[in-house]
């Protein structure tokens, strides 16, 4: 999945003289999610990204719907094709002719090498690990999410036992692209999700 710079800068140049994006319906985003994801955890992860993408894009005077894709989709192959994650659904995408979504699912992780160009990149970026790594905490909680505070999550961030798998490296770099104080980007986290906490079962 690693990209030149100058073959991704040459995509961007294509993509911004020729744009075509939102070909897709929300129906359609969610069939594609539930053709290959069938687990419950996974799918309250994509809904909890799509949510705080969408409202991340309403923040930044962005299009809500291509931002809420890219957070439904990010993982949609990663439980039926774990080996070929991310490339299954970013080839899909391009099949779809949603580049601008295809190129920010293949550079949500920092260790895949294909550098976040757009502000929809970066974001996806710092918002994937810790969103889930915010409800992981919600999980241990009594109360869920009621109480969670940014103090509370970083205490846990500290915690390298806990929610192990989650790469506080990606969760850091995130922040800093999108030059977000982590306390405030966690807050708007929390804020997104307490908003949905009835549908998410936080």
Known sequence: MRLAVEEVLLE???YYINPIKNIMTKEEARQILHSMTKGESLLRHARTVELV?????????QDVNLWGYAGLLHDADYEA???KHPSVIVNKLRELGEEELAYAISAHYT???NPQVSLLDKCLLASDELTGFIVACCQVRPDGITSLTPKSVTKKLKQKSFAASVDRQEISI???QMNFQLNEHIQF?????????EELNL
Do not use: T
């Open 12 to 14: 961007w140049s294509n």
């Open 53 to 61: 993408m969408e409202a991340y894009a309403e923040h930044f005077e």
């Open 189 to 197: 986290i929390i804020d997104v999700l307490k908003e949905n906490r």
């Open 111 to 113: 260790k895949w090498g």
């Open 174 to 176: 995130g922040a800093d």
């Open 81 to 83: 094709y774990p080996d």
